[in-house]
């Protein structure tokens, strides 16, 4: 995931207030500068947002994880990209590196937004020409863009540091059929057999998961629990009490999106089998908020690899989530 750096005169690159320092690693690995956001509030508590560059007929990369508090850094998004577009940006590249909405993506209640519809079409309403993302919670949300999306996948980056462990009698798990594909994917790029959860959501916080399906877990030591997101860790802490009562005695969880709300991060490093919880940089995580068994990974070269691909006019099936 190298490569050239591209000419700084071509592109502007900007960041909202949610991962500054994920937007500073891609441009440091594209060789580009950072260029200045001045963001503040009004009396009023309005947002105030000044690029603090010229944009005219340059490419504009906007980076904004759409993490808490999501409705700011989405308001924050939109605005940076109305700013980009009335200056003449000849380009507006949306780079969300976490979209959260993306799991509101189904109608499965009376009288409900279909949410990661509305906020794709609000990104092109306020001037995006291109996003790009990184594993969104389920493939149809892809189909909700109607602008040139890339969504990127993690797995370059989990798998390279995976490979640094000793993989010997190890199983890759998943929480729930609605990853399996994904998961059976990243367990034959590690020549590994996979199991999914037979899960059922009971509240936001509370799952309960009856039985695995996929390959037999009992005799495996070890399993590597895969998943796009954490949160609570509510699908995890139930799967590992799963897992513990097959035989397991080592568990390494991973994922892309590690938010970690109430608790969750704290809530899964008490158990014991758990040895270490992996995830990517693409939700910042403050440095007082993280725990010894935490691992974060950078996707900066990922992001910087894709952006490379497309100056160049180049295929990006490898970087793809189908890519795996």
């Given at each position: 995931?190298?490569g050239?750096?591209?000419p ?10 949610s ?39 340059r ?7 759409l993490?808490?508090p ?27 590196p ?19 519809r ?5 990104l ?13 919670h ?12 890339d ?6 980056v ?14 890759i ?20 057999p996979?199991?999914?959860?037979n ?7 509370a799952?309960?998961?009856q039985?695995?399906v ?9 399993a ?18 799963v ?26 490093a ?7 919880i992996?995830t ?10 993280r ?18 691909h497309?100056l ?8 793809f989530?189908f890519?795996?």
């Amino acid at each position: 995931m190298t490569g050239a750096t591209i000419p700084a005169d071509q592109v502007r690159f900007f960041s909202g207030s949610s991962n500054p320092a994920l937007a500073e690693n891609i441009a440091n690995e594209l060789g580009v500068p950072l260029d200045g956001t001045h963001i503040s509030r009004f009396s009023n508590d309005n947002l105030y947002i000044q690029l603090g560059a010229t944009v005219r007929y340059r490419r504009v990369y906007i980076v904004q994880s759409l993490s808490q508090p999501v409705n700011d850094h989405l308001m924050e998004l939109l605005m940076m990209l109305d700013i980009a577009r009335g200056a003449a940006a000849a380009e507006v590249h949306a780079i969300i590196p976490y979209y959260s909405f993306a799991r509101s993506d189904k109608k499965d209640a009376p009288r409900i937004s279909i949410t990661a519809r509305l906020v794709a079409d609000l990104l092109e309403t306020a001037g995006a020409t291109h996003v790009m993302s990184m594993v969104f919670h389920s493939p149809q949300v892809h189909g909700f863009f109607s602008l040139p999306t890339d969504p990127l996948s993690s797995w370059l980056v989990l798998k390279e540091y995976l490979e640094t462990h000793d993989l010997t009698d190890t199983i890759i798990v998943t929480p729930d059929m609605g990853q399996a594909k994904s998961a059976s994917r990243f367990a034959g790029v590690l020549g590994l057999p996979m199991a999914a959860g037979n899960k059922e959501r009971v509240s936001d916080t509370a799952v309960v998961i009856q039985g695995l399906v996929g390959h037999q877990v009992r005799g495996h030591k070890r399993a590597v629990i895969y998943d796009d997101e954490i949160s609570t860790g509510g699908s995890i802490h139930e799967l590992s009490r799963v897992l513990v009562e097959e035989g397991v005695e080592e568990m390494l969880v991973i994922c892309t999106h590690g938010v970690f709300t109430r608790g969750g991060l704290e809530r899964l490093a008490e158990i014991p089998q758990i040895t270490e919880i992996v995830t990517t940089d693409t939700v910042h995580i403050p440095p007082e908020k993280r725990h010894p068994k935490l691992k974060i990974l950078s996707v900066a070269p990922v992001f910087a690899d894709a952006i490379r691909h497309n100056l160049r006019r180049e295929s990006l099936k490898e970087l793809f989530v189908f890519g795996e």
